[in-house]
């Protein structure tokens, strides 16, 4: 287990570099150790940065792969921050796909694990991807009413955290300051079991 971690350390270090070719080189390395060593968790992680890799090479019916399968694992085990995770994956997918209505069946249901979880990191990254199917739908004062409960702070990812701002910017361009001032209002009232209900 020691070796498939430090190679998909490794493997991170090149991802985070943009280096995507050397970086799944070295994750289809850390797999193999990880399913030889019979490390399903960890086979699971890894599946998921694969997955992670082939959606931004735009090869998403191969993400589609690797992220269907981690969710299986992740089942199997019952790692619900695991299965969030992968909920998470496949619904960027759908959302790539344009289809919003699917990408929002399964992030929803990630939200519903994160908010039990109460992993705010999880809920900001699922709540910002629920964002983006509202704004492609057309629904840009509920988007609005969603974004602000995404703090980018919580969000680990640069480029998630940079896209949530331009989100809030994009939306804030399509409406009005006294729709901007009205939401931002009832969204202090607001709570996430509220959020959860309108979305649904």
Do not use: W
């Amino acid at each position: 287990m020691g070796m498939a971690s430090a190679i998909c350390n490794m493997a991170d270090i090149y991802k985070q570099d943009e280096d995507y070719k050397k970086a799944e080189e070295l994750f289809t390395e850390g797999l193999a150790v990880f399913r030889e060593t019979g490390h399903i968790s960890g086979v699971a992680e890894v599946l998921l940065s694969l997955g992670e890799i082939r959606k931004i090479k735009g090869d998403l019916s191969k993400a589609k792969d690797f992220f269907d399968e981690a969710l299986s694992i992740q089942e199997k085990i019952a790692n619900e921050r695991g299965i969030a995770k992968a909920l998470i994956a496949l619904g960027e997918v759908y959302y790539e796909t344009k289809d919003y209505k699917k990408a929002q069946e399964y992030l929803y249901k990630s939200l519903r694990r994160a908010a039990k979880l109460k992993a705010t990191g999880l809920i900001a990254i699922t709540l910002a991807d629920v964002t983006k199917c509202l704004l492609s739908s057309g629904q840009e004062e509920l988007a609005y009413e969603v974004i602000t409960f995404v703090s980018p702070e919580l969000i680990d990812d640069e480029r998630m955290k940079k896209e949530v701002k331009e989100i809030t910017k994009q939306i804030e361009s399509k409406l009005t300051k006294q729709n901007i001032d009205n939401i931002s209002k009832k969204a202090k009232t607001k709570k996430l079991e509220d959020i959860l209900k309108i979305i649904k």
